[in-house]
T-cell receptor, first 113, second 114 residues
């Protein structure tokens, strides 16, 4: 079974500062990894996904993530936080060959002006 | 292209009742998945349908069921509601032919059980 761990439910970042959200995965097979964002009263929007084509994945809104097999990690970064980045972020994993996602507990990002 | 549409947005039900939630996927998408989101348990997979067949199922009791119609629209049903069923229920669609094709989520149905 696949699972992901996100540490620190709430993350505060100053506007203009680096955003770093950590995700570690556990999978018995090569995983597919995803980052989703959820704004209040909305569903989840895909930020980016890793499917083994490249270890550094660029997504929407200036976010990117790097797959590191040796560290079983898929951390999400953005060089400069914007007020509009305030939302909840979820890391997710699925095994190859199915659409069943296992989500982390999420990180609530607060951007301080 | 219209996104995933879930109806209704809000529902209030009483313990013991049953409820049906509806999901219309993006045009051309044949896979529909359902997730439950609660503050305590987070996002949990309920089931996935593809071409009217249940392709995957999560660890929920039999009170939770679903189906998919020939036009790919899907419904999920919860019978004998319990207080713990209060949650945001999210539907997601994808092309489905390529497994692990990205999921597109609707805005959810917020169910409150009193």
């Amino acid at each position: 079974a696949q699972s992901v761990t996100q540490l620190g439910s709430h993350v505060s970042v100053s506007e203009g500062a680096l955003v770093l959200l950590r995700c570690n995965y556990s999978s018995s097979v090569p995983p597919y990894l995803f980052w989703y964002v959820q704004y209040p009263n909305q569903g989840l929007q895909l930020l980016l996904k890793y499917t083994s084509a490249a270890t550094l994945v660029k997504g929407i809104n200036g976010f990117e993530a790097e797959f590191k097999k040796s560290e079983t990690s898929f951390h999400l970064t953005k060089p400069s936080a914007h007020m509009s980045d305030a939302a909840e972020y979820f890391c997710a994993v699925s095994g190859r060959g199915n659409n069943r996602l296992a989500f982390g507990k999420g990180n609530q990002v607060v951007v301080i002006p | 292209k219209a996104g995933v549409t879930q109806t209704p947005r809000y529902l209030i039900k009483t313990r013991g009742q049953q409820v049906t939630l509806s999901c219309s996927p993006i045009s051309g998408h044949r896979s529909v998945s359902w997730y439950q989101q609660t503050p305590g348990q987070g996002l949990q997979f309920l089931f996935e349908y593809f071409s009217e067949t249940q392709r995957n199922k999560g660890n929920f009791p039999g009170r939770f069921s679903g189906r998919q119609f020939s036009n790919s629209r899907s419904e999920m049903n919860v019978s004998t509601l319990e207080l713990g069923d209060s949650a945001l229920y999210l539907c997601a669609s994808s092309l489905g032919q390529e497994k692990n094709s990205p999921l597109h989520f609707g805005n959810g149905t917020r169910l409150t059980v009193t």
